[in-house]
Every structure is written in C-alpha cells, then in structure tokens.
C-alpha cells in the first residue's frame, strides 16, 4: 500500500512538472515560453458575445470559433455557451462548451493546452482526438415558425391532408390508425415538424381527445364538447372530419398551428 501512494506521489509530480505553461498576451498564445498562435476577437452583441479566429505565427488561419445558436441551452447550467469550431487546414469540426462569463480565456487554454498546433498547421489525429474527448453533441432546436397567414378566414382541410387558411397551406395532418382502441393523428406545419399528436375516442363525436405537444413536451386531455349526435355524414377529407376540424381550430386559436 504504501509502495503504492509513493508511486502515485512521483506519478502526480511528474505530471505537474510536464505540464504546459500556457501564457496569452496581446492575443499572442504561448506554450512554455514559445509563441504558438495568435486570436482575433470579433465582438458581438454589444461585447457580451465573442467569435475567434486563430492564426498561426506566420498568419495562416488555423481555426474558426463560432457561437452556435441552434443548440438547445443546457437547462442545468446557463453559465455555458456553444461553439462551433472548425479546423481549416484539416476541414474538421466540432462543438465545444466554453464558459459565457470567460469566453476568450478557455477558447485560449482549450486549443493551448490540446497540443494540436504544429508549426504553421495542424495536427489532424490531435484535432480528432480533442473532438472525442471535449466536443459534445448537444440537441438541436426545433423551431415551430408558424405560417403567417389572415387569420380572419376560416381553416379547411384538404382532401391531400393539408391544412389551409386564405388559401395559404399551414400544416398538414397523418393518421396513425387505431392505437388501442382510439383514432391516432400528427399534426405538423409545412416544414414537416410535428406540432402535436392526438388520440380520441368516439369518431365524429369525440367530446375531448388526448393531446401532446413536443414544443413543450406535454400531454393532456383537451375537452370538445359536441352537442350534436352526427349518425351520418359526407366526408372527403377523413371519415373522422368532424372532429379533426375542431381538433384544428384548437391548435390554432391556442397557436400551436
């Protein structure tokens, strides 16, 4: 056992005596006392936000880091931001997490302290292996744009499953069949992203159906009260028309659709 701590001891030692010693002044990064590339800062939203572009000593590009905003933000930290950076001379790229409050500094100390500039270029299996040990795959946001239309007009339905409004298409709707005994549709807008999904009971007189709605991940059950009894009707769109109609002026008035 004790063998054992003196050897992590001189390990440990050993590590922090190699260890780089990374400087960064007047936007010049070196890597123990040797000058290794330089940053230029392009500030955005009133300085809150900044892109870089990193040159090599001689002033080729090597790299370009771009805040990415079509990544959800992490809901357990808002301290962190999404960048994309690509490596030009080895045409890689990845999405890396830097701090919001110290963007300029741990762009500096990522590309620092990974090894992966060589000379004027960069070294293409150390650009990967920084890809596979610091970028991470955050998800991607899903924008629900609705269609803007006149919505004073009346929504139809079309024979093709579309969803029109002042003759502008603003979504279109899928049956799924019958999912343990009730009637299963999508709904989606034009750019094919789905706004909602429904499950009912009862046809054309569906009194309420089962709603969830991935823009908020939710589900929940939706009353649509139908005084009427409708025996008989003549359908073109879906035989469960009626009650799709009013399924979709929900949607709309409460803008999902």
Known sequence: MKKNLILAFFLSMAQFLSAQKIDYKKNIISSDGKEI???????ENFGLTKNFNLYSINGDKL??????????????????????????????????KLPSLSQEKSFVNLIGKSNIIEGNTLNVEKVANLIATNGITPRTIVRYDLVKRNKAWPIHLKEDKKIVQDNTEIGFFTTDGIIRGQESYEFF?????????????????????????PKDNFRRIISIPQKETIKLAALTVDPNELTLRRITLWLSENNYL
Request: charged share 15%; glycine share 6%.
């Open 37 to 43: 590339a330089k940053v230029e800062v392009e500030k």
């Open 63 to 96: 790299i370009i880091a771009v805040l990415s905003t079509e990544y959800q933000p992490d809901k357990t930290d808002n301290s962190i931001l999404y960048y994309r950076l690509t490596f030009v001379p080895t045409n890689q790229v990845g999405i890396f």
């Open 189 to 213: 807008i034009p750019s094919g992203i789905m706004i909602a999904k429904v499950n009912f009971a009862g046809g054309n007189n569906a009194q309420n159906f089962e709603l969830f709605t």
